[in-house]
């Protein structure tokens, strides 16, 4: 071959040498590109192959895919306290609990005596719709008996629940009806209110409380302002207190309506997440509106994202205790076969900065969870003064006021757990159930005298002439529990309150049932009181402090009338709802 005809070759050798440089460096990049690449297909091959090893060569038959399943949750463990596996049986109902709705029949129910009791049936659901009442014992569920001692209530779920448009056959028995009735239900979507209550406190200052942050919290909220506004709402209480959390975009929602446009609500980052920042759009209805927003130490993860918005952006004041301290962001993944792992992939940040995750180790979940023990232990829940802050965690807010990153958010107003009245006997029928199952049989013996009241109120008048306290103590004695006359005196208003407050729960509902305990909630009233006063809004440090001087020389000359004329000011707690 002549010089000039191979030259002629030239490029397209080149051409074909640089196309199979890039194949061949594609292959080796995917294969053996860095150490990390090497160690995570090391890693999961050597997952795979003892799996295999041990399907092939162990000494019983193992369940492999139970293997699997138990395996799951323990290496998720090894990474932090919140990512966690959810196998596939569980996973409609940890989404339903967010999503606003699951299919079903439409009652609420508690297990008493190995039986099914309807405690009530959701008005408008399928249950209703065919009569089904309150006080309704399910005693067979498609003509199969389903009663005894194995029935929880997880296999009651089980049954009840399931695909719209599906039928059930029940079998119930009612006490005003001789022979079981039978009633053929067709399933239906079945609402999952998040907002518990929401109603006027008294003329001027509206209370709304948020049971967790799901895909309709924010629309059921909006619906909540309006019933409110439309009795002059002068200013408002939300209520976060044993709010574990939830969706974050239903939090932003709704903490933009009351921030101004502009305002930053929450930021998260994470190594392979990169900083993306949600702020306020200037839509929202109640900007300028007085705030005060409650939390406890159960009080996680969403509910944090919006009381730490309201507090740094000074918006609002924040009262109750130290919430839990959850600032790690999950993502939602799910398997092929129906089950899923919410994943840690980021971390949320407040608008000054902080980020309000407690500290925690790996694989060491337990000792975690029972942090409030040792809050507990340390006195936090009783004295402000017990909570330690990490001074090189100090943030401020947009008015200069000192915040601190390092676990959970920190009131501006205190509120102590109130263990006045709390004895062995109250803890006793307590933690027996014996005051539920009391309240469960008055309800159900009295219902047809009871469903005539069309309030709390008037409930809790007829309730206090009927010696429900001795019917309780002779109930009580009656499970092994011996009446003790001291005891008993020192903790009849908790005992009191727990008691009417339960019966009220079954018959009237939750928001009836709120209402009557927040009459004497000391964190309620103690919010009531700040925007009374017209102090919703925090103010600067200077000015704070100056406002504080003036208080305490004004109390300095009427300390002396606050003993003589009006002492339960001084003194007016109420006790946690302990059953």
Known sequence: MSTKNSSRFVPLLIAISVVAGILIGTFYAKHYGGNRLGIINGSSNKLNALLRIIDDQYVDTVNMTDLVEKAMPQILAELDPHSTYIPARMLEEVNSE??????????EFTIQEDTIHVNRVVPGGPAEKVGMMGGDRIVTVDDSLFVGKGLTNEKAISHLKGPKGTEVKLGVKRATEKDLLSFTIVR?????NTIDAAYMLNDDFGYVMVSKFGRTTHVELLSAIAQLSHQNCKGLIIDLRDNTGGYMEAATRMVNEFLPEGKLIVYTEGRKYPRMEEYANGTGSCQQMPLVVLVNESSASASEIFAGAIQDNDRGTIVGRR???KGLVQQPIDFSDGSAIRLTIARYYTPSGRCIQRPYENGKDSQYEMDWVNRYEHGEF???????LDKNLRYSTGLGRPVYGGGGIMPDVFVPQDTTGVTSYLIEVSSKGLIRQFCFHYSDSNRSKLVEME??????DYLQKQGIMNQFIRFADSKGVKRRNLLIRKSQKLLERNLYGNIIYNILGQEEFIRYINESDATVLKALEILEKGEAFPKAPEAASSQKEEDEDKDRITQADLYTEDPSRLFRMAAATLS
């Open 323 to 325: 919430s839990f301290g």
């Open 98 to 107: 967010l999503e606003g709705s699951f299919s079903g029949i439409g009652v």
């Open 188 to 192: 239906g979507d079945i609402p999952q």
């Open 455 to 460: 309030n709390g109120k008037d409930m809790l």
């Open 382 to 388: 009783f004295s402000e003064d017990s909570i330690k």
